[in-house]
């Protein structure tokens, strides 16, 4: 694990840009792609660098694929939809082939859309589009994007919820998340745990305890905090942590 703390949110988007360019070049010249899954809240507007210069021009967008981690179960073009905040923000301004963009569905049930976007990315994983893991039934995706919420969940994966033990599927459903809106499909543990490299984002001083808790906290009690259950098998993971997020670390201070 390492965990890279910045001055401000600037630094913190121009570092988190770099991170992803990089990532990109490794995953296209040994696969050929790059099958990204991101999530919601300010994650997406920490990787608007990556519509500017000289991103926009130097990354090979004709490579990616774009998944969800997590999504609210509401219209797309609903103001909850982690589709909307996306597209709006940041993928309408990127050169990303439409039809790589693999949405959730918003005209099923929580519980159908789960089970279709698991059905497409097992179709995907037959083509090759997603890499498959060679130590767990998951699919291996190159990069999962998260942000830490105040309270620890990261994707729709919120503490003390029995999502939290689901070994089995690869997306699932929750219909009582403790943020709103309640309805949910999410990535599952073993899947995020699959992935390549796993970035991790948290920023200001309201993520602060979730981050200690998640990184620093010895108390075995902390185990079952969904950020700290974030733990790539054999991927990497990242942090990208403002100072104010990280100023209850005494590890990194
Ligand atoms: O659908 C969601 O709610 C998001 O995908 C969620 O996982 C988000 O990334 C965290 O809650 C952090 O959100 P904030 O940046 O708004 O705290």
């Given at each position: 694990m390492e965990v890279r703390i910045h001055e401000c949110l600037d630094e913190l988007s121009t570092d988190l840009a770099d991170q992803i360019e990089e990532l990109c070049e490794e995953s296209i010249k040994d696969h050929g792609?790059?099958?990204?899954?991101?999530?919601?809240?300010?994650i997406i507007s920490l990787m608007r660098k990556l519509s500017e210069a000289p991103y926009k021009k130097t990354i090979d967008w004709s490579k990616w694929y774009i998944f969800w981690a997590d999504e609210r179960v509401v219209a797309k073009n609903h103001v909850d939809s982690n589709y909307k905040l996306a597209k709006d923000n940041l993928?309408?301004?990127?050169?990303i082939v439409p039809s790589h963009v693999y949405s959730i569905n918003d005209s099923l049930t929580a519980e159908e859309a789960a089970s279709e976007y698991e059905f497409v990315i097992r179709q995907l994983v037959k083509t090759r589009v997603v890499n498959v893991s060679n130590i767990s039934d998951c699919p291996k995706f190159d990069l999962i994007l998260l942000e830490v919420g105040a309270d620890g969940h990261v994707a729709s994966l919120f503490p003390n919820h029995p999502v939290l033990e689901e070994k089995n599927e690869w997306v699932t459903f929750i219909a009582n998340a403790p943020k709103p809106p309640p309805e949910r499909i999410t990535l599952t543990l073993p899947v995020i745990n699959s992935a390549a490299n796993v970035i991790m984002v948290a920023t200001g001083g309201v993520k602060a305890e979730a981050v200690r808790m998640a990184i620093d906290d010895m108390d075995p009690e902390c185990s079952v905090l969904p950020a700290r259950m974030i733990q790539p098998s054999v991927g990497k993971l990242v942090w990208f942590l403002d100072?104010?997020?990280?100023?209850?670390?005494?590890?990194?201070?």
């Open positions: 792609v790059f099958a990204v899954a991101i999530s919601g809240g300010s993928l309408s301004k990127l050169p100072v104010e997020a990280a100023s209850k670390l005494t590890r990194f201070s």
